[in-house]
C-alpha cells in the first residue's frame, strides 16, 4: 500500500475537492494557501490516482516503483492517532519489493523526484519506461553505431539510467580523466559569483583545464551562453576550458565559447560525449560501464 495522514478529517470516500478543503480547514486550521496546497494533495491521492497508475515512492536514497491494485480505502483504527495514515490506497509493488537506486535513474525522473509536495505527478512515458524494462541498461559493444546512437538520444531525453545532474559530473570525470590526468571536482560554494569549474586539472607546462558539466534534456532546450560564462569567469589568461553536455549546444553558445583567445573553451555536445564514451569502451571497466547507463554484451560461447 501506500498512504498518508491528516486523520482528523476522516473518510474521504466519495468527498469532492470542496469537501477535503472545508474538513482540512476545521480539522487543521490552515492558512489560506497552506490550505490550497493541501487540498490539492489528498485530492490528487483521493480521486485522481487510478487502478493501473504508475506510481513512484521515493525513500531516501532509494526509490519503489509500482503499479495501484486498488483505490482509496479508510483504516478507521489508525485515524485515532494524531500522527496515523489512515488514508491508503493499494500498490502493486515490482522488482520483487526492492528499491532501485536514485542515483541509478534517469536524469527526467532524478530531476522531477525534486518536488517537495506530498502527492505530485512525474513524466508518465519515462516512469512507465522504468516499470516495463527493469533492465534498461544499453548493451553495447565496441563499434556498434546503432546503440551509439541510441545513447545519443537517450543522453538528449534524459532517460539513460545513471545519467542525471547529480552523477553525469562524475561519468564526465570517469571520461576526460583518460586525456586529462589527475583531474579532480572542484567545490564551487567559495567559487565567485557568476563563476563555475566543476572539473579541473594542471599538465606539464602549467597547462591548467577546466570543465563545466551541464546535465541538459531536450525540453529544457539547447545549452546556451550562460554556460560558457560561468566557466570563464572561473578561469585566468592561458587556462583552457571545456563545457561537457548531455544535450545541443546553441550556435551564440559555441561563437562565445571561441571569442577570447586568451580563455579558449572547447564544447563537447550530447553525441561527442557519446562517442568519447564509446572510444574508451576498452579501457572502462564494468562498474564504470554500468555507471553510464550500459552494460557489455555477454561473450558468445
Not at 482540512?24 to 490552515?30: F, K, P, R, S, V
Request: aromatic share 8%; glycine share 8%.
Amino acid at each position: 500500500m501506500a498512504a498518508i495522514g491528516w486523520p482528523m478529517i476522516g473518510d474521504l470516500s466519495g468527498c469532492s475537492r470542496n469537501e477535503f478543503s472545508e474538513r482540512l480547514g476545521t480539522a487543521y486550521q490552515y492558512e489560506p494557501r497552506g490550505l490550497g496546497q493541501r487540498t490539492g494533495i489528498v485530492d490528487r491521492f483521493v480521486n485522481q490516482i487510478q487502478r493501473g497508475d504508475a506510481v513512484v515512492v521515493p525513500d531516501g536514497d532509494k526509490v519503489y516503483f509500482g503499479v495501484v491494485s486498488s483505490g482509496y480505502s479508510f483504516n478507521k483504527h489508525l485515524a485515532s492517532e494524531a500522527e496515523g495514515y489512515p488514508h491508503w490506497i493499494g500498490i502493486d509493488y515490482r522488482f520483487n519489493g526492492q528499491p532501485i537506486l536514485r542515483s541509478e535513474l534517469p536524469a527526467v525522473l532524478f530531476d522531477s523526484l525534486k518536488g517537495r509536495q506530498t502527492v505530485f505527478a512525474l513524466p508518465a512515458d519515462a516512469t512507465w519506461d522504468v516499470l516495463d524494462h527493469p533492465d534498461r541498461f544499453f548493451t553495447v559493444d565496441t563499434g556498434d553505431l546503432k546503440v551509439q546512437a541510441a545513447y545519443v538520444k537517450g543522453l538528449s531525453e534524459g532517460i539513460v539510467p545513471g545519467i542525471n545532474s547529480s552523477r553525469f559530473e562524475t561519468a564526465v570525470l570517469k571520461v576526460l580523466s583518460f586525456y586529462f590526468p589527475n583531474l579532480q571536482r572542484l567545490a564551487t560554494t567559495n567559487a565567485p559569483v557568476g563563476a563555475d569549474t566543476d572539473l579541473k586539472t594542471s599538465l606539464p607546462g602549467d597547462v591548467v583545464i577546466r570543465v563545466q558539466v551541464k546535465c541538459y534534456q531536450d525540453d529544457q532546450g539547447e545549452l546556451q551562453e550562460d554556460a560558457v560564462r560561468q566557466l570563464r569567469e572561473s578561469m585566468d589568461p592561458g587556462d583552457h576550458g571545456i563545457v561537457v553536455t548531455t544535450n545541443r549546444v546553441s550556435e551564440t553558445a559555441r561563437a562565445l565559447a571561441t571569442s577570447d583567445t586568451a580563455k579558449p573553451i572547447g564544447v563537447v555536445d550530447g553525441p561527442d560525449f557519446a562517442q568519447l564514451v564509446f572510444d574508451n569502451l576498452d579501457r572502462l571497466d564494468d562498474e564504470d560501464i554500468w555507471s553510464l547507463g550500459l552494460r557489455r554484451a555477454l561473450a558468445v560461447r
